[in-house]
């Protein structure tokens, strides 16, 4: 993840005992010309100075087994699983942790290595409790394909026959069964250095240590933000997602019941890893298939609802701008944030709760979408809501805690009963004998499965803002996007930087389309102004944007910034397929993005069906009486407490 | 009881003087004609760290005096400390004029606290005499202070990277190599590290010449060493012996000649028996950073080796595989050998794993844990192998 050179100050509110054990690169060597030769195996390699052994090795494809590197953390050097042999040195050394900066000579799988590596799995294996065939990895654990790359064929130092740990199931997002632990620390170092939350830590020494909560708290208990990246991180089975598959199976077995689903935009761009498909390969139309054939009476498009926030929320803006520019209301707070990302919510509630003014009040499109399936849709069709399940398909564990929140029953029910990540619904569709990439496809049911392609770009970090940007640009200067930014697309705001600022400058303004006349007057009051808008995704980043505006920086003077918790935003949710590596988000977001142009309709207020729902069922327009009833919420100032 | 030391014959604040009047490159070449080696058990050259520290980039550094003296039957910084502290501040001093540095961090073990107060008078007093402070030593534009800092009673933050880590306030886990402090350690400045009686011997080489002290000791190893003898002798306590003495002059003059066998080197060094007494201390042969402990005729070895097993499971710091784990198999197969279950093969896995941990754990704690158990398994075949299953009579 790379961070914005502007290198804007963050407080330091998470603890830091892992980090700052980065392999330090000195500036410009390659322009220098600071290259040196090493060789490894035999193959003499030119390399940048400062190269880890691990990369020079990867780039010449010699493969080195590891465990607690990842490519997306800070070096920790602790499996020991990548040592290698330098020639005139006593000891092995850790290649992902050795940085070149002399002419070396490597071996990478000597006796002496092979053995310590055989070792080094032996002992984690002599602690690790758990059965492959009952485990949500197997065939996806890093520590079982490494058992079975050095032939491991009998437990050397014993294997545990019962468990040591309780497995902790407090939390709707994360179960954690330590168990299964093999103290890589990547979950740590997920939740310091990438996402600065600092929920877990290792705690006690020698093969007393363990990664624990503060206090040993159950997860539930702490700030945990439900994100999920540690999820994704972990190479074992010992951090998973609160799984309830099997809930939603017996609702669908359960003929009473009329079961829903709504499925978001990231989860098709991942779910064909699941089944050995390249990253970035789209599955929208055969997922709907399988879906059906799972048994789900109605497959919805998440998208839909994405294109109401987007009505909803940049109404609740122009609002905020109108207050403060026009009425001079200096208790409007500005910038607003969005608000769809459950994480960033929950990341909000307990660090910064000073600042939840700024919050957007627009719900999630998930609990939007929950909230109308059991209201306008129920209505609609003539079923009682109380039959109604309504399940939710997301990249996301923290999903999970947000349908789970006491205040989301708007419909007089729970909203949206269960939250389903990417990686459960493969199972449930591996379990019904489907092989996802051979269904025919298959188009969203009626009557939400009309979506723009704004509504698709959500998974991608950036992607609110384009949205949010495309229908500004139409609505208030009353030209299309296509004239501002070739076919619509917003390129400024895409892109994996950490975080992004743009101004569009306002400088004709059109009519006031007719929804908004009972709102404001007239768009005179925006001629000539800039928009300035941000985009930021890992909370790491939100934090330092956060810093930046209580500074007074450059963020400040932003009026809408886009927040997710996810580094890549939904489509590295923590409820995605793993491994998750840099190169893989932008793989899906390649697939997001194919998909919004793939669409005849591309702007959120164009799409049709949400005009009809104003019409029909919220008659008193964006920012409404009924809407602020059922599509917007409030939020908790948790601080330290839960 | 003691031999009579150099550090009682040498004057505070002589080395110190000497070294503000000659200045950096002067002070470098010193010690590099005196050959010192570090003392606290690796035995890294002096002037290469040193030139290493002045040759590092940075806005600040730092000199930091490891009195953390974790190795168990080591006792001797204690006594340098508590009778010679001004010859230490003198060489930390000494080291900051020769690396450029502005802050000299002393990291006094947790259970040194008693003697906190008596520093902190030295080091008011060194103040007072100008020899700390601004324009320390009469040297104008260097401004050298020092602070003390307690450790909380981790082995392993005795390990100069772990100790740094402390310092900053982070659990006391050894960091990856390279960076090295010289160039990145305390606060990402660079940073050198010294033991106490290195130090201590730097302020006494500036005071006495650098010939005096490369005359003593063998060419690899020059000087005299502070040795912490403990056990099964009848006059323990820290002796001042040229290094290349071997470990029979050593166990005369403590009266242990009927020794079975001495470990050296503390926890971490290794068990030398009997048979090969006539090996020398030195870092070329046996090397270590000033513990003795002296085993009589009547001890059980697998009680030694026990005993040195469970001090590592305790003070492992948890973070590499084959330390964290290892450690653990190595004591339950002493376990086992006491209980006559461990077969033989099982013992073989084990020496087997010992050499792993000695090649594949990250810092020297797990490196050299298993030192001890190989070496008696290696050296007491009859006290070991004679217990492993289907051996026992
Ligand atoms: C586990 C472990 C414990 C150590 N404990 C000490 C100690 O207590 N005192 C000490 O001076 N060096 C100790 N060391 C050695 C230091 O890492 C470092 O090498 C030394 O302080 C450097 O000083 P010197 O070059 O003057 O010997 C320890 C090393 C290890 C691996
Ligand atoms: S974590 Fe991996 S090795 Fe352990 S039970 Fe699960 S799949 Fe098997
Ligand atoms: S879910 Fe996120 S906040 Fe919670 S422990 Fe994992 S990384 Fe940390
Ligand atoms: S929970 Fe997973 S990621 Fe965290 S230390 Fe254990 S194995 Fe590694
Ligand atoms: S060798 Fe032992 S003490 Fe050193 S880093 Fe590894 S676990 Fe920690
Ligand atoms: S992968 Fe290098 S030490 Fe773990």
């Known amino acids: 993840m790379t961070d914005n050179p502007k290198d804007i100050k963050s407080s330091d509110r998470a603890p830091k005992a892992q980090r700052g054990q980065v392999v330090q690169k000195p500036d410009g060597v390659d322009a220098i010309g600071a290259k040196i030769t090493v060789n490894i195996d035999g193959q003499d390699i030119k390399v940048p100075m400062g190269t880890t052994i691990l990369e020079a090795a990867r780039k010449f494809g010699i493969r080195i087994p590891t465990l607690c590197h990842h490519d997306d953390l800070c070096v920790a050097g602790v499996c020991r699983v990548c040592v290698v042999e330098i020639e005139g040195q006593r000891a092995l050394q850790a290649s992902c942790a050795y940085p070149i900066t002399s002419p070396l000579k490597i071996k990478t799988h000597t006796p002496q290595v092979r053995r310590a590596r055989r070792h080094i799995i032996d002992l984690l294996l002599s602690k690790h409790y758990g059965e492959c065939y009952t485990c949500f990895r197997n065939n996806n654990c890093e520590l079982q394909s490494l058992a079975k790359e050095y032939g491991v064929d009998f437990f050397r130092f014993g294997h545990p026959e019962k468990p040591m740990y309780e497995k902790d199931n407090s939390s709707y997002a994360v179960v954690r069964d330590m168990n299964k632990c093999v103290l890589c620390r990547r979950c740590v170092r997920t939740c310091i250095d990438l996402q600065e939350v600092g929920v877990l830590e290792a705690a006690h020494r020698s093969s007393d240590t363990r990664i624990e909560t503060f206090l040993d708290k159950p997860l539930s208990d702490v700030v945990c933000i439900n994100c999920g990246q540690c999820i994704n991180r972990c190479p074992t089975g010992a951090l998973t997602a609160n799984d309830p598959t099997d809930e939603v199976w017996a609702a669908i077995d359960d003929p009473t019941k009329h079961v829903t689903i709504q499925t978001a935009p990231s989860p098709r761009a991942g779910i064909g890893e699941c089944f050995g498909l390249e990253p970035g390969t789209p599955m929208t139309f055969e997922m709907n298939t399988a879906l059906r054939r799972c048994g789900f009476d109605k497959v919805f498009d998440t998208n839909f609802t994405a294109d109401l926030t987007i009505i909803e929320e940049g109404t609740e803006l122009l609002l905020r701008l109108y207050k403060a520019l026009v009425e001079k209301d200096e208790t409007v707070a500005l910038p607003q944030f969005t608000s769809c990302s459950p994480g960033w919510v929950k990341f909000m509630e307990h660090f910064y709760p000073e600042m939840l003014p700024n919050m957007s009040s627009a719900k999630s499109p998930q609990q939007m979408f929950g909230a109308l399936i059991k209201t306008f849709y129920a209505e609609q069709q003539g079923i009682d809501p109380s039959n109604i399940v309504s399940v939710a398909l997301m990249p996301c564990s923290a999903k999970k805690f947000e349908c789970n929140r006491p205040e989301m029953t708007d419909s007089g029910f729970k909203d949206v009963d269960y939250g389903l990540t990417t990686r459960e619904m493969a199972k449930m569709i591996s379990e019904a004998g489907i092989h996802l990439p051979d269904m025919p496809k298959s188009d969203f049911d009626a009557p939400f499965g009309t979506a723009t392609g704004s509504g698709v770009i959500f998974g991608a970090t950036g992607g609110v803002m384009e949205a949010a940007l495309r229908s500004v640009i139409e609505l208030v200067c009353g030209v299309r996007a296509e004239d501002l930014f070739e076919h619509a697309n917003i390129i400024p705001v895409r892109g994996f930087e950490g975080t992004r600022l743009v101004e569009l400058p306002i400088e004709n303004v059109g009519p006031v389309p007719d929804v908004f006349k009972k709102l404001v007057p007239n768009w005179d009051w925006l001629k000539g102004a800039t928009l300035k808008v941000g985009v930021c995704h890992g909370t790491a980043n939100a934090k330092k944007v956060l810093d930046d505006i209580k500074n007074g920086g450059e963020f400040s003077k932003c009026h809408f910034i886009e927040f997710m918790a996810c580094p890549g935003g939904c489509l590295g949710g923590g409820g995605q397929p793993i491994p998750t590596t840099p190169e893989i988000r932008a793989a899906r977001a390649e697939a997001i993005y194919a998909e919004d142009r793939s669409y005849g309709v591309r702007k959120s207020h164009e799409n049709p069906v949400i005009w009809e729902l104003y019409e029909k069922f919220l008659t008193d327009g964006p920012c409404g009486h009924i809407s602020h009833k059922l599509l917007h919420t409030q939020y908790t100032a948790r601080g330290k407490y839960i | ?393």
Not at chain 2, 9 to 16: C, E, N, T
Not at chain 2, 117 to 145: H, K, P, W, Y
Not at chain 2, 166 to 182: A, D, K, M, Q, T
């Open chain 2, 1 to 393: 009881m003691s031999t009579e030391l150099t550090f009682s014959q040498v004057d505070p604040y002589a080395g110190l003087k000497a070294a503000a009047g000659i200045g950096r490159a002067d002070i470098l070449a010193t010690m590099k004609t005196a050959n010192i080696r570090g003392r606290g058990g690796a035995g890294f050259p002096v002037s290469v760290k040193w030139n290493l520290a002045a040759a590092a980039v940075g806005p600040e550094k730092f000199i930091v005096c490891n009195a953390d003296e974790g190795e168990p039957g080591t006792f001797k910084d204690r006594l340098v400390l508590s009778e010679h502290a001004d010859l230490v501040f003198d060489g930390m001093t000494i080291a900051a004029i020769a690396a450029g540095a502005q802050k000299g961090i002393l990291y006094l073990r947790g259970e040194y606290v008693y003697m906190l107060n008596d520093l902190e008078t030295v080091l008011a007093r060194r103040r007072e005499d100008g020899m700390l402070g601004q324009n320390s030593a009469g040297r104008i534009g260097f401004d050298f202070d020092v602070e003390i800092r307690l450790g909380s009673g981790a082995y392993v933050c005795g390990e100069e990277t772990a100790l740094i880590e402390s310092l900053e306030g982070h659990r006391g886990e050894p960091r990856n190599r390279p960076p090295f402090p010289v160039d990145t350690g305390y606060l990402g400045r660079p940073t050198v590290v010294n033991n106490v009686e290195t130090l201590a011997w730097a302020a006494c080489i500036l005071a006495r010449g650098a010939e005096w002290f490369n005359r003593i000791g063998t060419e690899q190893s020059a000087g005299p060493k502070l040795l912490s003898i403990s056990g099964d002798c009848e006059n323990p306590g820290v002796y001042e012996f040229p290094l290349g003495v071997s470990i029979t002059e050593v166990l005369k003059v403590v009266g242990a000649e009927d020794a079975k066998a001495v470990q050296i080197g503390g926890a971490s060094g290794q068990c030398v028996p009997a048979g090969n007494f006539e090996r020398k201390i030195a870092f070329e042969d046996v090397a270590t950073g000033g513990s003795i402990i002296v085993f009589g005729p009547g001890r059980d070895m697998l009680d030694v080796a026990r005993n040195f097993m469970e001090f590592f499971v305790d003070e492992s710091c948890g973070q590499c595989t084959p330390c964290r784990e290892g450690n653990e198999k190595l004591l339950e197969g002493i376990e086992m050998l006491a209980a006559g279950t461990c077969s033989m093969k099982y013992l073989r896995e084990l020496c087997s794993l010992g050499k792993t941990m000695q090649v594949a754990s990250k810092c020297g704690l797990g490196q050299s844990s298993p030192n001890a158990f190989l070496s008696i398994v290696e050296h007491f075949p009859d006290e070991i192998l004679g217990r492993a299953e289907g051996t026992v009579a």
